[in-house]
């Protein structure tokens, strides 16, 4: 009996470090996507109370992987294309986009209406930013906004 409880206990800190080595590779992506330049393995091993051989050990799976790269000519690590494309997927699949449709529509034909009223503006001159979200959510089909 005491052997099998020695068993269960060994099992227990396996999957706790699995777990552990889990959470450490969240991390580190959370923190190569929040350095727009990329990131050392240096200061994401100050950032994440760790040791620099497990943070590359970590960096060299995710490259592999695809979720990190670095560029050839750096020590910094940034997103990687998988990353990218996961993100994108969740973007699309999160419906926030349907959500914000009538709202962005709306927010769209204020500020057309207001421009045009107001200054005798045409549609050339309200934000591009505007314009991108209107053909994005499929709603303008030339550049007048018909």
């Known amino acids: 009996m005491g052997g099998h409880g020695a068993e269960m206990k060994d099992q227990e800190d396996k999957a706790g470090e699995g777990l552990q080595s889990v959470v ?3 991390q580190i992506l959370e923190q190569v996507a929040r350095s727009p330049r990329g990131v050392g393995v240096t200061s994401l091993a100050s950032l994440l109370a760790t040791s620099k ?3 590359h050990r970590h960096l060299q799976t995710l490259v592999q992987q695809g979720y990190v790269v670095q560029p050839e000519d750096s020590e910094r ?7 990218v494309a996961l993100g994108q997927t969740v973007f699309d699949n999160s419906g926030l986009l349907r959500a914000a449709q009538d709202p962005l529509l709306e927010l ?3 500020v057309l209406m207001h421009t045009t009223h107001r200054i005798g503006a045409t549609f050339e001159l ?3 930013s505007i314009t991108r979200i209107s053909k ?4 303008a089909e030339d550049r007048n906004g018909r």
């Open 77 to 83: 690590y940034e997103i990687g294309h998988r990353l």
């Open 24 to 26: 450490m590779t969240l």
């Open 108 to 110: 769209r034909d204020a």
């Open 126 to 128: 309200v934000p591009r």
């Open 53 to 55: 051989s497990r943070v």
């Open 136 to 139: 994005v959510i499929g709603r």
